[in-house]
């Protein structure tokens, strides 16, 4: 029978809470929310400082930056000449007639093409930046 009893009360569904202890982990709580909430924001004032600055053009033309100018104009010249190469085709296969490209200026963009490519791993090879 006492038994019966004991099982009773501890199947129940009754808590007793102490009030006090209650407030204290509330309290708590709240720091750790405020903790949380200045780490959030210092972890975005990081993230802020970590971007690099907005390129201006006329950045280009320093001499400490990290851009690769060699390979740019290496670039460049290489589109000019797969757009005169296309150009050359489509007016071939379309309209049947030759392009009159100047070959001292394709052979220009050839040479700045590798010479800039070329430097530019050059650089890399033997101790650049």
Same mark, same amino acid.
């Given at each position: 029978?006492?038994?019966?009893?004991?099982?009773?009360? +501890?199947?129940?569904? %009754?808590?007793?809470?102490? =009030? $006090?202890?209650?407030?204290?982990?509330?309290?708590?709580?709240?720091? +750790?929310?405020?903790?949380?909430?200045?780490? *959030?924001?210092?972890?975005?004032?990081? *993230?802020? @400082?970590? #971007?690099?600055?907005?390129? *201006?053009?006329?950045?280009?033309?320093?001499? $400490?930056?990290? =851009?690769? %100018?060699?390979?740019?104009?290496?670039?460049?010249?290489?589109?000019?000449?797969?757009?005169? @190469?296309?150009?050359?085709?489509?007016?071939?296969? &379309?309209? $049947? =007639? $030759? =392009?009159?490209?100047?070959?001292?200026?394709?052979?220009?963009? &050839?040479?700045?093409?590798? @010479?800039?490519?070329?430097?530019? #791993?050059? !650089?890399?090879?033997? @101790? !650049?930046?």
């Amino acid at each position: 029978m006492a038994d019966e009893k004991e099982y009773k009360d +501890q199947s129940s569904n %009754e808590v007793e809470i102490d =009030l $006090d202890k209650y407030m204290a982990l509330i309290e708590k709580l709240d720091e +750790q929310e405020d903790v949380i909430k200045e780490m *959030k924001e210092d972890a975005i004032k990081a *993230k802020r @400082g970590l #971007e690099p600055p907005k390129r *201006k053009f006329i950045d280009l033309f320093l001499d $400490d930056n990290d =851009l690769n %100018e060699k390979a740019i104009i290496g670039f460049i010249s290489f589109f000019l000449m797969v757009v005169f @190469g296309i150009t050359d085709l489509v007016t071939a296969l &379309v309209w $049947d =007639l $030759d =392009l009159k490209v100047s070959e001292t200026i394709y052979t220009s963009f &050839v040479v700045v093409t590798l @010479g800039a490519f070329g430097i530019s #791993e050059a !650089g890399k090879a033997f @101790g !650049g930046k």
